[in-house]
């Protein structure tokens, strides 16, 4: 254990991590919109179908079998998402990642975040978007470009 956190070792630490997540990400001001007034998302329809995603993605132990693309395609379609958009996503996935859990899995769930972030943003706004950001205090995307890369 590092710092007295436990790296996240299932489903049950995903539900927690998902939830307090979310939770901030609706809250965002920035990001917020996307999930309350554009897509209207209920949380509690949204969790089970996340957390499948993130135990696919780290413990290959979940079905999950959507498209993760298409809803973000059409809320970028309602509104554009920009690197600031997910630049911010990436910020908070890393605070609540960092503020729950250490370890191998976690650092694992990070990069995996900063990787999906980057891959949704060229994929919504071409091969060569910006991911500079603003500057505003947000992880700036072309930073991950280096570990996305590697």
Do not use: C
Not at 96 to 107: Q, R, S, Y
């Amino acid at each position: 254990m590092n710092g007295g956190l436990r790296d996240i070792s299932g489903r049950a630490d995903l539900d927690v991590l998902l939830r307090r997540f979310y939770t901030a990400a609706f809250a965002d001001p920035l990001i917020g919109p996307y999930f309350t007034q554009i897509a209207g998302t209920d949380l509690e329809v949204h969790l089970p179908r996340i957390t499948d995603f993130w135990e696919r993605a780290l413990f290959r132990t979940a079905e999950y079998r959507r498209n993760a693309f298409v809803p973000h395609d059409a809320l970028h379609s309602v509104e554009p998402m920009t690197a600031e958009h997910f630049g911010r996503w990436v910020q908070l996935w890393h605070a609540t990642v960092d503020g729950l859990h250490a370890g191998p899995n976690a650092e694992r769930a990070k990069a995996q975040g900063e990787r999906i972030a980057v891959a949704m943003l060229r994929r919504l706004n071409g091969k060569d978007a910006s991911t500079a950001g603003n500057g505003q205090g947000f992880i700036p995307l072309a930073a991950l470009e280096l570990r996305v890369a590697a």
